[in-house]
Structure formats: C-alpha cells, structure tokens
C-alpha cells in the first residue's frame, strides 16, 4: 500500500510538474510574440544598416592572395609521363600510412612564415551574428510549443481556427529549419576555407586555390547578410501572422470550453 501511495503521489507530482510548465510556457511564448520579435526585427535592421555590414566594406574583408604562404621561387619541375605508380603501405606509431607516390604537391611540415589565421574581420562577423540565431531557435522553438499546446481536441466540424493555427504553425517551423541550418552554414565556412589553406599550401604554384579563398571570403560576407535579411523578414513575418491571428490561435472554437494535448 505504501508503494502504492507513494507511486500516486509521484505521478501527481509529474502531472501537477506538466501543467506548471505548460502554464509558464504559454505566458513566455506570447510574450516572445508580442515583445521580443518586434526587438528582434529592429535588431537585425539596425545590423543591416550598420557600416560594418555595408557592402561598400566588402573589399576591406577580402585577404590578398599571398595568404602568408610563399610563392614557388622556381616552377615545377616537369617528371616524365608514365604509368602511374603504386600506392606503398607501411605502419608507422601502429597506423597504416599510405604513400602516395607519384602525386604532385608539397610536402607540408609547417608554414615558413607562421601560422595562417582566419580571415578575422569576418570571424568577429560570424561570432556576433551566431548567438543571436542561437536565440532565435530557442524563442521560435518556445512559440512553436505554445502553438501545439493550444491545439484543442480533434472533433468534426468547426475546425477553422484550427487550420489557422496548422497553418501558422507551419510558418513557424520553416524559421526555425531555416534558423538551424544558418547556424550549420556559418561553421561550414571555417572547415571550407581550412581546406583551401592547406591546398595553397600543399600546391604553391595554383593560383586558382588562392582566388577560391577570396571568392569564399566574399560568399561568407553576402551570407552574413543574407542571413540577417531573412532572420529580419521571418519575425516580422510571424509577429504579422499571429497578431493578425491571436485570438483565432488562442481559442480555435467558438466553445467555451478549452481542450489542449
């Protein structure tokens, strides 16, 4: 009876634990709504408009093509075409290395004139743009609850309220997808752009893997606006919809009687 007793308490205490969080979740989210994504729209339009962000900088962001790394002082010397060679195997602190022979490039061991370092300038763009779409996940993933939750029973008939807030809650997913994948993009770049370094590196004499290094300097400074053009758009997008909406969202059927999950 003890167990019994104690087991009841304890899913009393989860359930009372639920309806808490519920509770506290649908004051935030309408409240994100309501205040925080007409200050994230003036935000990001403020970004948009400062001169750090300007298109008229994007030259100052571009590195030269010398990347700290020397140029071949003599050029390749030309080996005598034949059948390719094979690919020798040994083990080495008991990993299996492959040689491969007959592959043009540079040994690399270490840059002759220090490290290379990343492109700083928009480094300090990625990291003040990150958290903000950090942010931005979290409050759309809290509106997206709050949406689900006031979704009432399943029922035949009058379920136009409920197709708006399906309707809305689909919006909503979109921009958090769309937030989540901006994030991924932005820590792509540093493992891009790592490659093309250690191919100027390894093949001093292309210059075409140094003009790539500069083109995807350029294509990260337009994402980085990109992204706060579409991060602008999209919560001004949502805050229009449900505003628009609310009290459709908030009570889906003209009953007086709320059902939620």
């Known amino acids: 009876m003890a167990s019994e007793k104690s087991t009841t308490n ?3 205490d989860y359930t009372k634990k639920l309806s808490d969080y ?5 004051i935030q989210a309408e409240k ?6 007409p200050k994230r729209v003036v935000q990001f339009n403020e970004l948009l408009d400062d001169e750090q962000f300007s298109y008229e900088l994007l030259s100052s962001y571009l590195p030269d093509l010398d990347f700290n790394l020397p140029r071949p002082e003599e050029p390749a010397k030309t080996e005598e075409v034949g059948p390719p060679k094979k690919r020798k195997r ?3 602190n008991g990993e299996l290395i492959t040689d491969e022979t007959g592959v043009s490039g540079t040994p690399v061991y270490g840059f002759v004139n220090g490290p290379v370092k990343c492109n700083k300038k928009l480094a300090d763009l990625t990291d003040l743009v990150r958290p903000l779409l950090r942010n931005a996940v979290e409050d759309v993933n809290k509106v997206k609850m709050w949406i689900l939750f006031l979704i009432p029973r399943i029922e035949d008939g009058n379920n136009f309220g409920v197709s708006i807030q399906e309707e809305t809650l689909s919006e909503v997913r979109t921009v958090e997808s769309e937030a989540a994948s901006f994030l991924d993009q932005m820590s792509r770049y540093f493992v891009s752009r790592a490659r093309l370094v250690t191919k100027v590196a390894k093949y001093p ?3 075409d893997y140094r003009r790539a290094i500069v083109d995807l300097d350029e294509k990260q400074f337009i994402n980085i606006r990109l992204v706060l053009t579409e991060m602008r758009n999209h919560f001004a997008t949502l805050h229009d919809m449900i505003t628009k909406n609310l ?4 009570k889906p059927r003209s009953s007086n009687i709320d059902h939620m999950y």
Request: aromatic share 8%; proline share 0%; glycine share 4%.
């Open 22 to 26: 519920k509770k506290n979740l649908l």
């Open 247 to 250: 009290e459709k969202i908030k």
């Open 205 to 207: 004499h292309v210059d």
């Open 90 to 92: 040994f083990e080495q």
């Open 10 to 12: 304890g899913e009393t």
């Open 32 to 37: 994100i709504v309501l205040e925080e994504f």
